[in-house]
């Protein structure tokens, strides 16, 4: 693997036919512009967390992530994001790939004050597949953006969104997910779910699916949900004898969860995990 | 060991309770049937500390404790369990780590340390048996993509898991072929001792010839307008409610 980091970002190179077993763990820069770039080349697979962290107040970031697989390739990538409640961040990430290869990326947002995630993916290969998961808290006055943009130009690709929010408070959560098969890509099979959840009747969520397509033989789906925690699955938790409040923590955790899987490194998922339980303490 | 003297209810501004008086002691079985509408889920629904539901008037006494001062949660920690007429669907948590966490919040009430997880998977398998519960449903999310005979037997599972002193079985037999019925009335029935009780809330007779009840009261109007042994619901079946009603 070659890597290197320098004042405008970083770059990850997997060569030909490599299997990085240990995972690369990356800490974003957070003020200024910085531009990245990850390649995972023929037959390789590399397993990549970015972790956005501010300690400083009032940061402003923006990043650039450019994602190219190769033949055959494949990539699990986290980004991680846990910001000084007076951050800003915005990433743009765009994803090539080409037949045969993999990708699952998953945005895990716990706090920030406006977090803004954009996703353009190219499924340029026949038979690549993309996975696309995101996970967002938002309290307080908090807001956080997730635009994914998936463009199935090859046939036989496989594309799947899941994207969660959780907001409490006056906090607002963007949803944008857009699916475009061209007219090539036949035998495309995309999925996206939006699902989220207001624990505040101020909190607000707004959702835009858009579904374009010109191929005729494919398998598309889309759907949003914008509700409260199900008050039947609390009542039939509390009379087993499980507190209300225990039981309301339990089923956030279970509708957080599902966007994790797929994280294939242990103990990041499991560190994602207890901030989430964290969160839930105190939301 | 359960006392409901003189109860009026109401649900969105209707009275549905109006004046239901009810003695349960140790080691008894009571049915409560009677016509759609009559309240016997709403008795279900106030036993077990529902959202939505207001007791007006009257006043509920379990084991000793005012039992309307209790929320859901501490009702079952002192041993009162209710098997769902529509058992929830909870995708995500499984039904193991629910129970546990249940058991535990039970022990933890009664000043016990947690279930040794040895016992507890244990005592998992001996109840999942006893229901003839796949075991395979047992690591899945609770009652998630269930049959509805599957979650009927669930909830006697949980039953047999929690071993409640008092369980309200509402409408279990709704649902349920004469099969899944045996299994569930068999369950019901093997977890019955001297110190627990058993209210069986049902339209219909059929469960009673596998749940024989020491009592039998119909619910109409509110209130329970007549109480007697096992025959009554033998009547029951042949004349229906009228004859009781008008």
């Not at chain 1, 037949?99 to 945005?107: C, E, F, L, P, Q």
């Not at chain 2, 919040?105 to 998992?124: C, D, I, N, V």
């Not at chain 2, 039953?159 to 299994?183: F, H, N, V």
């Amino acid at each position: 693997m070659n890597m290197m980091q320098d004042s405008e970002g970083f770059s990850i190179r997997i060569p030909a036919k490599t299997q990085t077993k240990e995972p690369v763990y990356i800490q974003a820069r957070m003020s200024g512009s910085s531009r990245n770039r990850i390649v995972v080349e023929a037959g390789s697979s590399a397993n990549i967390v970015i972790r956005y962290l501010s300690e400083e107040e009032h940061l402003n970031a923006d990043e650039l992530n450019e994602v190219l697989l190769e033949d055959n390739a494949s990539l699990n990538i986290v980004l991680l994001q846990r910001l000084n409640l007076s951050t800003h961040l915005k990433t743009h990430t765009t994803v090539s790939q080409a037949a045969d290869s993999m990708v699952k990326i998953h945005y895990i947002a716990l706090s920030g004050e406006n977090i803004d995630n954009s996703l353009q993916v190219n499924l340029n290969g026949k038979n690549a597949e993309h996975t696309a998961h995101g996970l967002s808290f938002t309290e307080g006055t908090e807001l956080m953006g997730n635009h994914v943009r998936i463009v199935h130009t090859a046939p036989e690709c496989r594309s799947n969104q899941l994207f969660k929010h959780i907001l409490s408070g006056t906090s607002t959560g963007n949803f944008t997910g857009q699916i475009i098969v061209n007219k090539e890509a036949q035998k495309t099979t995309a999925y996206q779910r939006s699902s989220n959840i207001l624990l505040n009747s101020k909190a607000k969520m707004n959702i835009q699916p858009q579904l374009e397509i010109y191929a005729d033989d494919v398998k598309c789906s889309h759907g949003a949900t914008v509700g409260q925690i199900d008050s039947e699955a609390v009542f039939y938790l509390q009379t087993r004898g499980i507190d209300k409040q225990d039981a309301e923590k339990l089923l956030l955790c279970a509708f957080a969860e599902e966007t994790l899987e797929g994280i294939n490194i242990e103990n990041i998922k499991s560190e994602i995990i207890q901030y989430v339980n964290q969160k839930l303490i105190t939301s | 060991m359960l006392s409901i003297r003189n109860l009026y209810a109401s649900v969105a501004g209707n009275m549905i309770l109006k004046g239901l008086n009810l003695e349960v002691n140790t080691g008894e079985v009571h049915a409560i049937m009677g016509p759609n509408g009559a309240g016997k889920s709403t008795l279900a629904a106030i036993l077990t500390g529902r959202e939505g539901y207001e007791v007006t008037e009257g006043e509920i006494w379990y084991e000793g404790s005012n039992l309307l001062a209790l929320n859901p949660a501490e009702r079952a920690r002192k041993g009162i369990f209710l098997s769902f007429q529509y058992p929830v669907e909870i995708p995500g948590v499984s039904m193991a780590n629910f129970l546990k966490l249940a058991i535990n919040e039970q022990r933890k009430s009664r000043g016990l340390p947690p279930m040794p997880a040895a016992e507890f998977l244990k005592r998992m398998r001996e109840k999942a048996k006893l229901v003839e519960l796949d075991a395979s449903l047992i690591s899945r999310s609770v009652n998630e993509g269930f049959s509805g005979g599957e979650k009927k037997r669930n909830e006697i599972f949980q039953m047999a898991m929690l071993e409640p002193t008092l369980a309200i079985l509402d409408e279990t037999d709704s649902g349920l072929d004469i099969d899944a019925l045996r299994i569930v009335a068999g369950g019901v029935n093997a977890l019955k001792n001297k110190d627990s009780a058993t209210i069986v809330i049902t339209h219909y007779q059929r469960l009673l010839d596998y749940i024989i009840p020491d009592f039998v009261h119909v619910l109409a109007g509110g209130k329970i307008i007549k109480s007697a042994g096992k025959e009554l619901a033998l009547e029951l079946e042949e004349k229906g409610y009228e004859w009781l009603v008008s």
